[in-house]
C-alpha cells in the first residue's frame, strides 16, 4: 500500500468542524440544508468527498468511508 495515498482517517482529521457537520449531514436522507455550509461543501467537492447528485450534493464512495471511520476528534465535537 502506497503511504502518498491518505486513509479515511487521515482525511477526517483534515477536516474543520463545519466540513465536518456538512459530510455528516449528507448522511440523512433528507439532509438539514441550515448545516449544508456552501463553502464547506465546495471544499469538500475539491477533496472529491462529495459529488454532484441531482438536486443536492451526494457522498462520493470516498467521503462515505471518511464519515464511516471518521475521527475521534470529530465526533466527539
Not at 10 to 16: C, M, Q
Not at 51 to 61: C, H, K, T
Request: contains cysteine; glycine residues 6%; hydrophobic residues 40%.
Amino acid at each position: 500500500m502506497s503511504t502518498d495515498v491518505m486513509q479515511p482517517i487521515d482525511i477526517a482529521d483534515t477536516l474543520d468542524p463545519v466540513q465536518w457537520e456538512a459530510l455528516k449531514a449528507l448522511c440523512a436522507p433528507s439532509p438539514d440544508p441550515r448545516r449544508l455550509s456552501a463553502t464547506a461543501l465546495e471544499q469538500l467537492r475539491r477533496s472529491e468527498l462529495v459529488e454532484p447528485g441531482g438536486d443536492r450534493p451526494v457522498l462520493s464512495a470516498k467521503g462515505r468511508q471518511v464519515v464511516i471511520c471518521g475521527s475521534p476528534r470529530l465526533w466527539n465535537s
